[in-house]
T-cell receptor
Framework: EDQVTQSPEALRLQEGESSSLNCSYT??????LFWYRQDPGKGPEFLFT???AGEEKEKERLKATLTKKESFLHITAPKPEDSATYLC????????????FGTGTSLTVIP | DTAVSQTPKYLVTQMGNDKSIKCEQN?????MYWYKQDSKKFLKIMFS???????INETVPNRFSPKSPDKAHLNLHINSLELGDSAVYFC???????????FGPGTRLLVL
């Protein structure tokens, strides 16, 4: 069964303290893996798409990487404005338009 | 300029009522979706429409019916609302099947 698991559920960091969020997935084949950021009371906002193992994408303090079984979202020297819930989603290759989301990691960055 | 908009933002109603949520996108995308996000922030896809055609329909009760008058709009009608329907409902759109999805701001539904 296709599944997406994110860890940790919650993460508290001091400003400037780098860390990584994990997204593990089990699908028969991966068409794409997506990272989103969700602020309280708002809809998810797109961050990155990764398609194949070894691929990396960067944006400001965020860097996403992909292996055959998991993806990491690395946050370098985070700032308080990076506080949000980070969601991972997979689009399996043989399911057309199906997307499976993880339950997210709630990140709090303390000044 | 809002890309994906939803109305209403909040909806409080009694059990047994029928309600609709409207969604519009001005991105020119071909595919639109409805998601339900529960209290634990878990997002689950409910429906997907591509060029006005339903292409997936997860195990959603038939009390929920999506209606797409044109490719820029996807409305969600809910009959006989139940307590368990309380959640945040998000509309999204993408350029193509499996593409990046752009989400609306959500509709917070509370069934009393």
């Amino acid at each position: 069964e296709d599944q997406v698991t994110q860890s940790p559920e919650a993460l508290r960091l001091q400003e400037g303290e780098s860390s990584s969020l994990n997204c593990s997935y089990t699908v028969s084949g991966l068409r794409g893996l997506f990272w989103y950021r969700q602020d309280p009371g708002k809809g998810p906002e797109f961050l990155f798409t990764l398609y194949s193992a070894g691929e990396e994408k960067e944006k400001e303090r965020l860097k996403a990487t992909l292996t055959k079984k998991e993806s990491f979202l690395h946050i370098t020297a985070p700032k308080p404005e990076d506080s949000a819930t980070y969601l991972c989603a997979v689009n399996p290759i043989d399911t057309g338009n199906q997307f499976y989301f993880g339950t997210g990691t709630s990140l709090t960055v303390i000044p | 300029d809002t890309a994906v908009s939803q109305t209403p933002k909040y909806l409080v109603t009694q059990m047994g009522n029928d309600k609709s949520i409207k969604c519009e996108q001005n991105l020119g995308h071909d595919t639109m979706y409805w998601y339900k996000q529960d209290s634990k922030k878990f997002l689950k896809i409910m429906f997907s429409y591509n060029n006005k055609e339903l292409i997936i329909n997860e195990t959603v009760p038939n009390r929920f019916s999506p209606k797409s008058p044109d490719k820029a709009h996807l409305n969600l009608h809910i009959n006989s609302l139940e307590l368990g329907d309380s959640a945040v409902y998000f509309c999204a759109s993408s350029q193509a099947n499996g593409g990046v999805q752009y989400f609306g701001p959500g509709t917070r539904l509370l069934v009393l």
